[in-house]
């Protein structure tokens, strides 16, 4: 069974600083997605950034980037230029592409708090 | 707008109650499921369906159902054999289960009195 793990459970950064949150995770599988979502107080799941695996290039979004190291197993967010707004819950997910077809695996997540 | 909406925002349930949970998307997704999440933890799997009439139990499937009438619709029942139901609940759809990335409804706040 895949897992994965967000070995930060908080985060602080200043406003228009970078931070980076880590995640890693664990497969035998050799293609999949992985998936950061932010939820804010309202607790609505955003999506902010996707990367196949099968893909070289990491995903970027604006101000929020991937390091994705396959052989790894890591998959980190950089957001630069941080804002107020970025403060809330940051969730790592990987989904399998070939079994489990409806399965994403969650993190346990990352608090961020971005101070003014 | 297209979206998924959930309803009610908070619920109250009795102990020995069943409640059920609805979800709701216009967004012509094939696939949809039910997640659960407690404080301070990450997203669990309750159910998950890929088609109309179908659906698979997922991690934490044991006092909850689900059905698939219609493809918009994909209401969940926190059944009286569920043993600690509190909890946020959180509904998702994506165009296809296998390759497409899920999007989330905002919630459902459940509190067993």
């Known amino acids: 069974a895949q897992t994965v793990t967000q070995s930060q459970p908080e985060m602080s950064v200043q406003e228009a600083e970078t931070v980076t949150l880590s995640c890693t995770y664990d497969?035998?599988?050799?293609?999949?997605?992985l998936f950061w979502y932010k939820q804010p107080p309202s607790r609505q799941m955003i999506l902010v950034i996707r990367q196949e695996a099968y893909k070289q290039q990491n995903a970027t979004e604006n101000r929020f980037s991937v390091n994705f190291q396959k052989a790894a197993k890591s998959f980190s967010l950089k957001i630069s230029d941080s804002q107020l707004g970025d403060a809330a819950m940051y969730f790592c997910?990987?989904?399998?592409?070939?079994?489990?077809?409806?399965?994403?695996?969650f993190g346990d997540g990352t608090t961020l708090t971005v101070k003014p | 707008d297209g979206g998924i909406t959930q309803s009610p925002k908070y619920l109250f349930r009795k102990e020995g109650q069943n409640v059920t949970l609805s979800c709701e998307q216009n967004l012509n997704h094939d696939a949809m499921y039910w997640y659960r999440q407690d404080p301070g933890q990450g997203l669990r799997l309750i159910y998950y369906s890929q088609i109309v009439n179908d659906f698979q139990k997922g991690d934490i499937a044991e006092g909850y159902s689900v059905s698939r009438e219609k493809k918009e619709s994909f209401p969940l029942t926190v059944t009286s054999a569920q043993k600690n139901p509190t909890a946020f609940y959180l509904c998702a759809s994506s165009i296809l289960a296998r390759t497409d990335t899920q999007y989330f409804g905002p919630g459902t706040r459940l509190t067993v009195l």
């Open positions: 997910a990987y989904r399998s592409y070939n079994t489990n077809a409806g399965k994403s695996t």
């Open positions: 497969t035998s599988e050799s293609d999949y997605y």
